[in-house]
């Protein structure tokens, strides 16, 4: 495992543009989240143990803040060749035993994981109505305790950008396992 922090974000750029399979069996694009106000994209995939240790925290967040009409996006970028776990086929069992509440997508290619510039897993990036990125950073200050919890950052951007407020332009990096990329 080689743990990697994500580099800050680009505040203000737009979100790269996706075509990806679902573990739902449907194709998913960035423009059928059009009408929300807030989407959060995600990438995540079934074993690394930095995202293990969020994955409920992330599941309830969803759950709390879908009904406010943020939208949820979860992708998986890693090669399943060396890490088997990460399959599409796992990803489907993994959504299904967790009952995921946000679609979960399939980066065959990788290509979408370097349009985001997305480095480890888990890495968040918060996009406005605009889709703008507002916020790219960690979920909250304890990434492998839930019980140390004291801050919510993601769930403040998302909240700050639901009530018209600046999102907090000081921003932590995200920690998590590298994305696994395919070989060349």
């Given amino acids: 495992m080689v ?3 994500s580099p800050p974000g680009e505040l203000g750029s737009l ?3 996706f075509s990806l399979p679902g573990v739902d069996g449907k194709i998913h694009t960035l423009g059928e989240y059009q009408k929300n106000p807030v989407l959060v994209v995600m990438f995540i995939c079934n074993h690394c143990p930095y ?3 969020i994955e409920d925290r992330l599941i309830a967040l969803t759950q709390a803040l879908m009904p406010q009409n943020v939208q949820f996006v979860a992708i998986s970028s890693n090669d399943p060749t060396n890490y088997p776990e990460d399959s599409f086929d796992n ?3 993994r959504a299904k035993k967790k009952s995921y509440p946000f679609a979960y997508l399939y980066d ?3 290509q979408i994981a370097k349009d985001y510039g997305a480095v480890c897993t888990p890495d968040f990036f918060v996009y406005d109505a605009e889709r703008k990125l507002r916020y790219r950073g960690r979920l ?3 990434p492998r305790n839930p019980v140390a919890v004291r801050k919510q950052e993601m769930k403040e951007a998302i909240l700050a950008l639901l009530e018209g407020r600046p999102v907090a332009t000081i921003q932590n990096t995200t ?5 696994k990329w ?3």
């Fill in 51 to 53: 995202v293990l240790a």
């Fill in 182 to 184: 395919k070989e060349s």
């Fill in 3 to 5: 743990l990697l922090h």
């Fill in 15 to 17: 979100a790269p543009d």
């Fill in 108 to 110: 065959a290619t990788q």
């Fill in 140 to 142: 909250d200050d304890s």
């Fill in 175 to 179: 920690m998590g396992c590298s994305i």
């Fill in 91 to 93: 990803m489907k069992l």
